[in-house]
C-alpha cells in the first residue's frame, strides 16, 4: 500500500475516533502511530479519562476481534490463556481458549494482578503465542495488547515490573481535557441520549496489515539511524538515570518515527518524526535513581531534557 493510501485511511480512523473522543487528537494520533507499527500499548493516566472507550473504539474502527480482561488480585493465567479441559463425551482433554486469542487485547488496570499473572501475557506479547502444557497455540495476526494503568493508586496493586514494561512499544498519558472541550462532552452526551458511544469501522483487518506491512518502505538515513541511537545512548549515560533504555527501546522508536512519519505523508524519517515520539517510546523504559523521588524529576522529563541537549541532524539529511 502508498504511503498516500495509508495516511488517508489514518486520517479517516482519526476523525472517526473524534466524533467520541474530544479534544485528543495528539494522543489518538500516537496510539493509531503505535498500532501502525504493530506495537502494544500501555495507556497510564488517572480514572475516567476515556482509557478503556479509546481501546474499545479503536477495536471498531478497524474491524479487530477485541475481548478486554479487568485484571484483579485473583485473576489467573488460566483465565488469560485457557486451558485443558476433560471432555467426557470424547474421553479426551480439549483446549479451550482463553481471551488472548484475539486481534486487540484490553488489558485492563493490568497493575492489579498479581505478577505471575501479568507474566502471562509476556510470551504472547514477544512472540504472539501461547504455550500451554507444552504445546504451542499461535496467536492470529495482528495480535495487539492495550493495557491500562492508574499511577496514583497503589494499594492492591502491583507495579509492572522493567522486563515487562519494555515490552510495551510506548506508553502514552490521555491528560484532562480542557473547559471546551469538557463542555462539549457533556454536549454530545446530551445529543446522544445514551451513555454507550460506538463508532462504525474503517478500514479491514487485511487493509491493516497491509498498512503495517507499508511501513517497511518508509525510508530512514544514515545519519537518522545515529541519532535515535545517540537519544538511546544519552539515556544510560544520564547521572539521574540508573537503568536507561535498551537496544529493544531504540527500535521502538525507529518503528514509531516510521509510523509517524507515514502518518504526516512522507516516505521518509525527518527528525521531528523521532522526536515527536521520542517521549512515549523511550520514558517507561528508564528507570530513575531512587534519590530523585523527592524532586519529583520524572522519566518524560528526561527524555525531554536529552532532547534538548542531544544534537539533530539537519532535516535536508536523508
Known sequence: MKIDAVADRCQEIL???????V??????????????????????????????????????????????????PDLLPSDITGSFLFDQSQAR????????FTNLL????????TPKTQSALLEAMQESQVTIEGERFPLEPPFLVIATQNPIELEG????????LDRFLMRVAVGYPDKDDEVEILARRRLRR????????????????????????VHVAGVTERYIVDLARATRSDHRVALGASPRGTLALLKLARAMAALRRRDFVLPDDVKAMAVPALAHRLLLKPELWASRVSAAQVVQGLLAQVPAPSADAR
Open 23 to 72: 479534544g485528543k487528537a495528539d494522543v489518538l494520533q500516537q496510539i493509531i502511530a503505535g498500532i501502525l507499527a504493530n506495537g502494544h500499548i500501555l495507556i497510564e493516566d488517572y480514572p475516567g479519562l476515556a482509557k478503556t472507550l479509546i481501546a474499545r473504539l479503536v477495536a471498531q474502527t478497524l474491524d479487530l476481534g477485541f475481548k478486554r480482561i479487568q485484571f484483579t
Open 157 to 164: 496493586t502491583y507495579p509492572l515490573p522493567e522486563a515487562q
Open 194 to 217: 445514551e451513555d454507550a458511544s460506538s463508532v462504525p469501522a474503517v478500514i479491514s483487518r487485511a487493509e491493516l496489515l497491509a498498512m503495517q506491512g507499508s511501513l517497511e518502505d
Open 15 to 21: 476523525a472517526t475516533l473524534a466524533q467520541v473522543i
Open 106 to 113: 484490553l488489558a485492563d488496570e493490568i497493575n492489579r494482578a
Open 93 to 100: 482433554f480439549e483446549f479451550r481458549r482463553g481471551p488472548i
